[in-house]
């Protein structure tokens, strides 16, 4: 059974920081993109950042500079660094990966195929 299950999400205080992880299982994921996506109550999920096999990398304007993605390829691992954060970050947090695309890029939500089953973060005052 292919799995991802993110672990890291809980309550910090605003300009504080949260690390995010999320392991793959059942098959690897090292040649296709991986993404951080979020949501908060009455919102549409949206993409925070996405890495592929190059380590290229994409984050959305509202973390750019404040969350930073990275992979352990071998541990088929995914992470999202999340510094001075903001009330407005509170979000169930998905982890997600593409296996239809191989070496390249996915920036739109429904092409992932593969979902965790997200993680609470509340950033407070």
């Known amino acids: 059974q292919v799995r991802l299950m993110e672990s890291g999400g809980g309550l910090v205080q605003a300009g504080g920081s949260l690390s995010l992880s999320c392991a793959g299982s059942?098959?690897?994921?090292?040649?296709?993109?991986m993404a951080w996506f979020r949501q908060a109550p009455g919102q549409e999920r949206q993409l925070v950042a996405t890495?592929?096999?190059?380590?290229?990398?994409h984050y959305s304007d509202l973390v750019k500079g404040r969350f930073t993605i990275s992979r352990d390829f071998a541990k088929n691992t995914v992470y999202l660094q999340m510094n001075s954060l903001k009330l407005e970050d509170t979000a169930v947090y998905y982890c997600a990966a593409d296996s239809r695309t191989d070496y390249g890029m996915t920036y739109v939500t429904p092409e992932y195929n593969y979902w965790g089953q997200g993680t609470q973060v509340t950033v407070s005052s």
């Open positions: 059942g098959r690897s994921f090292s040649k296709n993109p």
């Open positions: 890495m592929n096999y190059h380590g290229n990398t």
